[in-house]
Every structure is written in structure tokens, then in C-alpha cells.
């Protein structure tokens, strides 16, 4: 570990000159004590930092913004293996730094530089702790790269980033665990721009965010090269690397799909495949235009419990689409839901993770509105069976915008029905109170306002307000931070259900 170097204090120049002796034992005493300080935080032992999240408060670090990511990644071949990698940052300091915190909690970290020159690390917590040779200054550009081994094997209980699919990997990083992949503020308040570029062998082929920018081969392996078009947060990176055909198509005004499935069940996904352009065309027809450069669906070989919508390629497990479990209407609701998160939490993310009711209320509301318009599955049915249940979820999990922290050990517990269901309701409740006109438009200007940023709940009560013409305040703080839920405007006979008469809820991401 290297020592952080002090700036020497300059002695005021009137004493210099007036009172020189004076001032020479001034300045002693001033350089002594701003070394002595200096040493003193140097040798101060290195601790995790956050940026105050009050679901994840060990997420994120202050202090800089991130503004691009370049991650290289070298897969050996096995998925139980440790991949090689190089993860280069490029930040912003906003304050002056003489240590940097980056969260990354999961593998070896082999050399650090900072601005090209070799740093100190240590790690604490979750976090990896950066010394530069020299401090930085506020509002200055850096460049840290650390070589280190992004290990997809994690222990029993721990959840990680990647997912051993049955040929190779793909990533699930919400909310929390990019940090076990790569070392990065781990916040989906730091959006940036990601380049990936992800060495294989050459029998396999690797899909990354974004748009492809090369695949070049050399020897046995290829390097696929991907480049994200607009931010990103760390919990929406998405890397497959597998034995998998790449379906190409184009969707609505020459949107390029890509979808990502094993090669040997390219033909049996075909119909699934086939349906996303025109759920892209329904999705722009509700909300707008589509906001990245490309989407697709991953069909993962694997048994993750959940789908996610990594950003312009969202994460399904095949068995899906093949399981025949689930009825028809219900598979392509579940697109839909994942398609919608593309606005709704990808280019319009949460500030904070309490705000995620803002991505999965949307998501559902729109899940639910898909399956009414093409499968005649009642939305105010559904409204109506959600509310039966809603002051249960609320004591179980929190008000949709005040969600309870996650149990220990299970930290994407946060994921309950409060926030879902729960909090489609409030959309539902909204739209019965300001009319149908109005809510439609808030729905497109929010994603219009906040496209490519973050944003809160505070902003859509604002917005709300906005666009209803009157103060929505007290009507949403009810909805989105009561304890018990208020009564639904409309519908004054909807009730509370006992337990045994409610509706299950549907588990899903
Ligand atoms: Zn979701």
C-alpha cells in the first residue's frame, strides 16, 4: 500500500515578510500538523462507504461519477471457472479524494492503476479501497483500471452476478450484485456508458448490451465487442456467453431485434421470437417511442426463479416458453412486463431502490393491460383481487414507496407483492381519480422527462400534479406511503379480503 503523499501549506505572505521569524516556527507547526493529520488519515483503517441508500446502504460510493465502463472479460471455456478480466473507469471526482471507494466483493483483484500509475488497494467490506499515488482534485477526469478475476462460483448462500446456464453464463445483477462480477459504483443512481469485450472460445458466441462492434478471431477464440448507446446502470448489464444462435429481425420504424436462444432450439422458439416487434409496436403506442438502440430476449438455459430486464436484452429462463406450465396470454404478458421495464426502470431508473415500486408498478400495469387488450383478461378483475390483498402486502412488506428493507441474507427481498400488484394498484387508483386522458399523458411525458436519467417518487407526484391540474400530494403520500390502503376512487364497495379468500400473487421480476 503506498502512502498518500501531503501538499505542503504555503505561509501566509504578509507574515513571511513582517514576521519572519514567527512565521518560520508557523509554518513548522503548520506543515507538522497537516502531516501529522495527513498520516493520520493514510493509516486510518480503510472502510466500506455508501451513498446512503436506505434499502442497500453499503451501495455506492461518493465522492465521483462514473461515466464510462470498459469491461474485458477472457471465459476459460467452464463455467466454474474464473474469467479472466481488465474493468477500465472512466470518472468525474466531485469532491477532492484522497481514497476512492469502488464496491466489488468477489474475486481476486491482481493490480490497480489510477490515471496510469500503480495505486494501493485494500478491501473492506464490500467495497475495494483505492489509494492513487497522488490525491485527486474536485471536478477532475480519472481513469482506474484493475485487473482482477471475475469468479462465477459463489458460495451457498451467497447470490452472485453471473448465472451458470447449462453451456456457459449470463448475468442477473439486480439489485445488488454487479459489485460480484465487476469492481464499480454499484448504484443505479451513476448511470454510464458500458463497453464490454468478451474473449471465448471460438465454438461459443458472446451477446452483450448494446450494439455489436466487431468479433474479431484470432487463433481459437474470438473477441465479441459490444458498446452500449445510452447509460446504463450496473444492475442492467447482461453478458451471455453460450452455445446460442443470434436471431436477427427488425421491429417497428427499423429498430434491429436481436434475440439470443440455444442453437439447437432456434426453430421450437421461433413463434415466441416472432411476437416481440408487434409487443414493441403496442408498447409505443402506450408510452411513446422505444428508447435504446436495439432490444432482444435471452433464453437462458438455466433455473433462476425470475426474468430481468437487462437493458436492451432482457433475461428469461427457456423453460418459459417451454415448460408449458403457464398458459399462452401469460408467457407473452411476462414479455411484455420485461419490454415495459425498458422504459420503465431502464432508461427512467430509481434514484434509490426505494423508488423501485416506480419500475415494477409500471411494468405490471402494463403486464396487465396486455393481457386485457389481446387475452380479455379483466383489468379491474385483477385491480379488484390485487386490492383484496393489498393491506396484507403493505404489513408484510411495506407501502409500495417505503419498502421494508430486505431480510438478512436475502437481499433481493425486496421484491414482494407490495411492489408489484401493490403498486399497479396505485397506478389503477390514480387513473380512477384524474381520468384516463390525463394519466395516459403523464405516463408518456414521464418517460419523455426522464428518459436516459433517474428519477424519484418525489418527480412523479410532481408530474402527476402537473398534468391533473390540481394537487395530487395528499392523495398519492395516502396511496404510496399508508399503511393501510385508502378507498379506491370508483369502486366504494372494493374491500379488504380475509387470507383464505384472496388471490395468490404471482412471484415474478
Ligand atoms: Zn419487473
Given at each position: 500500500m503506498l502512502l498518500t503523499p501531503c501538499p505542503r501549506p504555503e505561509p501566509a505572505p504578509s507574515r513571511r515578510r513582517t514576521r519572519r521569524t514567527l512565521s518560520r516556527h508557523r509554518t513548522a507547526a503548520l506543515l507538522a500538523s497537516a502531516v501529522s493529520v495527513c498520516l493520520v488519515a493514510a493509516a486510518a483503517p480503510a472502510e466500506p462507504l455508501g451513498v446512503g441508500d436506505r434499502l442497500y446502504p453499503y451501495l455506492g460510493n461518493p465522492g465521483y461519477d462514473v461515466t464510462s465502463y470498459d469491461i474485458s472479460l477472457t471465459y476459460p471455456?467452464?463455467?466454474d471457472r474464473p474469467l479472466q478480466a481488465v474493468t477500465t473507469i472512466d470518472a468525474r471526482t466531485t469532491d477532492d479524494l484522497e481514497r476512492l471507494n469502488l464496491d466489488f466483493a468477489h474475486g481476486t483483484v491482481r493490480s490497480v492503476e489510477v490515471d496510469g500509475r500503480p495505486a494501493g488497494f485494500t478491501s473492506a467490506g464490500e467495497d475495494l479501497v483505492v489509494t492513487p499515488e497522488r490525491p485527486l482534485g474536485e471536478g477532475s477526469r480519472t481513469t482506474i483500471t484493475v485487473r482482477h478475476t471475475s469468479d462465477p462460483v459463489y458460495g451457498r448462500n451467497q447470490q452472485g452476478g453471473w448465472v451458470r446456464t447449462s453451456d456457459g453464463l449470463a448475468m442477473a445483477n439486480q439489485a445488488d450484485v454487479a459489485h460480484l462480477v465487476f469492481p464499480c459504483?454499484?448504484?443505479?443512481s451513476d448511470k454510464a456508458m458500458f463497453t464490454f469485450r468478451i474473449t471465448a472460445p471460438n465454438s461459443y458466441t458472446a451477446v452483450a448490451n448494446g450494439l455489436p462492434d466487431g468479433a474479431d478471431r484470432v487463433g481459437r477464440t474470438t473477441t465479441w465487442t459490444y458498446r452500449t448507446q445510452h447509460p446504463m446502470a450496473t444492475e442492467l448489464a447482461q453478458v451471455s456467453i453460450g452455445r446460442s444462435a443470434v436471431v436477427r429481425r427488425q421491429g417497428p420504424h427499423g429498430l434491429p431485434v436481436r434475440d439470443v436462444v440455444p442453437a439447437r432450439d432456434r426453430r421450437a422458439l421461433e413463434p415466441w421470437l416472432a411476437k416481440t416487434p408487434d409487443q414493441i409496436a403496442w408498447m409505443e403506442s402506450k408510452v411513446g417511442r422505444y428508447p435504446f438502440e436495439t432490444y432482444g430476449v435471452l433464453m437462458a438455459q438455466a433455473d433462476t426463479g425470475f426474468e430481468l430486464e437487462t437493458q436492451t436484452l432482457s433475461l428469461f429462463e427457456k423453460s418459459l416458453f417451454t415448460?408449458?406450465?403457464?398458459?399462452k396470454w401469460y408467457v407473452e404478458s411476462v414479455m411484455v412486463h420485461e419490454l415495459a421495464h425498458q422504459w420503465f426502470g431502464d432508461s427512467v431508473s430509481p434514484r434509490s431502490w426505494s423508488d423501485v415500486w416506480l419500475n415494477e408498478g409500471h411494468a405490471t400495469w402494463y403486464e396487465d393491460l396486455y393481457a386485457e387488450e389481446t387475452?380479455?383478461?379483466?383489468m379491474e378483475e385483477r385491480m379488484k383481487a390485487a386490492y383484496g390483498s393489498s393491506d396484507r402486502w403493505r404489513e408484510a412488506g411495506g407501502p409500495p414507496a417505503r419498502p421494508k428493507p430486505p431480510a438478512p441474507g436475502q437481499k433481493?427481498?425486496?421484491?414482494?407483492p407490495n411492489i408489484y400488484e401493490g403498486a399497479a394498484l396505485v397506478l389503477y387508483a390514480l387513473r380512477q381519480e384524474i381520468g384516463r386522458p390525463a394519466f395516459e399523458r403523464l405516463e408518456r411525458m414521464w418517460v419523455q422527462e426522464h428518459r436516459d436519467s433517474t428519477a424519484t417518487t418525489g418527480d412523479f407526484v410532481r408530474l402527476a400534479t402537473a398534468v391533473a391540474g390540481r394537487d395530487l400530494t395528499g392523495f398519492l403520500a395516502a396511496w404510496l406511503y399508508g399503511e393501510k390502503t385508502p378507498p379506491m376512487p370508483g369502486h366504494p364497495g372494493w374491500k379488504q379480503l380475509p387470507e383464505d379468500k384472496a388471490a395468490p400473487p404471482l412471484t415474478r421480476r
Open positions: 471455456g467452464a463455467n459504483n454499484d448504484h443505479p415448460g408449458r406450465v403457464y398458459p387475452a380479455h383478461r379483466s433481493i427481498g425486496i421484491f414482494r
